[in-house]
């Protein structure tokens, strides 16, 4: 049956036109809330109960708790405004409770003078709550409700209170919902689907909750909500799953016309991993397969990833089709390229490289030869799917490290052919129950080993008091030839915290490494490119590199054996872990130093352990996961994950399965559909 439109009409109607509301406050709420309809009002869940229990007394109340107190008002002085005066005296009520307990009502705001006073007559008894502060008597600042003695009713004792923005207080939420709920009254029928009733139901129960219990992720109601937007978001998942193998989309077979792979197993130096060697064989059955290839590699830092989206590459080329390889930096674009061009020379198979940096009739050059279908191997920024660049048969596109590039990046670089394999290549690794459900329609493949007799980094963590030993001891290593990241959380330590910062640290270690380069943000891309190309090159004798985070992309720096992180304690482990990676590439000792600052919690230290005793890039991104959440693994914000209103990945991991199961059974029929509508995951997805 689905969602009556009479419903669906209601749930999108703008918030300003509910009574009291109007323009300028709808789009404050849209600040708060993402959206201005009153649907995106009902998916904001409040936050906290507020109790308000009458109290009898405000002896030995605490200063800051919230009281609700029947006050008897004794007297107060009406202070003198002019217009001159720029501020007026506070006014200060003196009232006393049924103990006679003095209490005191102050207001600072002038303007509003006449209407407090008037709703505090004196002589009379007025219901008032509001936080209590200390003092001699003690003092209630504008209290946040006045009411006689008959209308205590209209203070809430159980108040949700909402996450809120400027400009919003919690009366105008309340209003908001008030008006929302008895609408919905109305609307919502016994007739109507019995999922929706319950749906609504339990959005009522959330937004009157009358304990902060419940607004716990585990409490009735909440789970049962979030049970529905997790079913929402994994069908979407399945519908756009199953689309990938209609017929309209199938590919069409290649014939294989060379035979590069054979010549290039003989020159390799090493011999592949189990696992490197399981994957492929996933990725070739893709490949050969009639549907177009959706698979995401997750692999440790150092596992290999690169060599097996390679041979995907050439596989492709024996087939003669096309790939493009998309990094996410011009640096690293070269470093692929440096490594991949000679392999593919070897082979006779044409390899280049296309960036931003290619202009005039040198890039002219490289297109034609794309379109001609001469070049067969390409690797570059999003420089390759500017529009006018045209292939003759793209039949791959490799995305390394993933999560840096949205999902419209990723289809229009595969709207660049038909029916395009796509191979993603991830260092993050995301358990496995995650990352069903964030690449849900993706195919994922893990290369859970690493080459064989690679030394495992020595990590240890220290406290920064200790820091000039350690610059001693990392001295006589750069003596040795060794090459040494030195992590900094800040560019500029601009408030004086006392985090640390890479300028100054760079200032201060050129004292001892003179050659000392510097990396950060808020320098020019080139300029930042071209001293991470000198520090990455072997035989350059810049021995230390001072950076933030921008160095975390997987950059290859063979003779790096020391990684120093200052402030580790306010990185996320599996952040932590992908900075660790840029060391330990080489077959000599690696070492990573956790440097901690004055200020770290136990738990800050105990997180420090996690790294200090495992290697296991899976383990630590579910410690990370258990510890900070989704959102800090992946650095939501800019990368436009699933925010989720209800579900919480840590603590609804059984929902997240059972959602999952009931999508693929796909036995949840229409309610699913209008589920997907309501919380917005049904856009781009034709059922
Ligand atoms: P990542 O997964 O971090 O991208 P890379 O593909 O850059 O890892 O590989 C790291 C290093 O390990 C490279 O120098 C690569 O040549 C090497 N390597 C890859 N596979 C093997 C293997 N099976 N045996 C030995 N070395 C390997
Ligand atoms: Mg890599």
Redesign the pocket.
Known sequence: MGMRSEIAAFLNTDLQFIKGVGPVLASRFEDVLGGRRVLDFLLHKPAYVRNRDIAESVAGVDAGTVITIPLLIKSYKKPKTAPWMKRARAIRVLCADKMGNSVVIQFFNSKFVDYWLEKLPIGQWRMVSGKIEAGEPPVINHPEFIETMENVKKIPTAQAIYPSGEGLTQKTFANVRDQIFSKLDSVISDSDDEYMVEFFDALRHVHFAKASDDLLPNSVYVSKLAYCELLAHQTAIAISRRNRTTQKNKKIPRIQKHNYLDKFYKALP????NA?QRVLDEIFKDMDGDIPMMRLVQ??????????ALIAALKMAENGGQTALLAPTDTLAQQHFA?IKPMCDNLGIVCDILTGRDKGVNRREKLTSLRSGRTKVVIGTHALFSDDVEYKDLGLVVV?EQHRFGVNQRESLRAKGKNVDLLA?S?TPIPRTLSMTMYGDMDISI?NEK????LPIKTTKLPIARTNDLILRIKQQVDDGAKVFWICPLVQDENGIGTAAAISRHEMLRQIFPTAGLVHGQMPKAERDKVMAEFADNDSDMSLLVATTVIEV?I?V?RASIIVIENAEQFGLAALHQLR?RVG?GKIQSYCILLYGYNVSPDGLKRLDVLCETDDGFVIAEQDLMMRGVGELLGTRQSGWIQYHFADWREHRDLFKLAARAACDDNTGVWARDLMNIFGCGENISA
């Open positions: 090493f011999s592949l991993t490197q692999g440790d830092v150092g596992s290999g990833k690169t060599i097996v490594k390394d290549l260092a290369i080459p064989a007799g690679r997987g290859d063979p990676g590439r």
